[in-house]
């Protein structure tokens, strides 16, 4: 599976992006897939994807103005950022779980390159 990401930018706060990202190399939707950020200086961190027990989890930062989403005919994923904050300011990347477990028991191995969203105060 490769992953290609689209969709960063340089927004207000309080503003919204979608971030989309295709996933290429299998032609089944049987894994998983997710978003991730990652700043400077911090570790990267899980933002949404398909949770253990099948519901869509969030970082509980982002809960309630992200949206994660899955097209499985165009194996693709979005994230819905609404609301956003200057601390959500970051490279996001999408990630893929073949094994498919459900957050927090992923084992996200594939990523794809990243894509900064910046957003100012």
């Known amino acids: 599976v490769q992953l290609q990401a689209f969709g960063g930018g340089l927004v207000q706060a309080g503003g919204s992006l979608r971030l989309s990202c295709a996933a290429s190399?299998?032609?089944?939707?049987?894994?998983?897939m997710g978003w991730f950020r990652e700043t400077p200086g911090k570790a990267r961190e899980f933002v949404a994807g398909?949770?253990?027990?099948?519901?869509?989890a969030y970082a509980d930062d982002v809960m309630g103005r992200f949206t994660f989403s899955r097209d499985n005919a165009k194996n693709t994923i979005y994230l819905q950022m609404n609301n956003l904050k200057p601390e959500d300011t970051a490279v996001y990347y999408c990630a893929a779980d073949l094994v498919g477990s459900g957050w927090p028991k992923s084992r996200y191995d594939i990523w794809g390159q990243g894509t900064q969203v910046t957003v100012s105060s």
């Open positions: 398909r949770g253990w027990g099948g519901r869509i």
């Open positions: 190399g299998r032609t089944d939707s049987n894994y998983d």
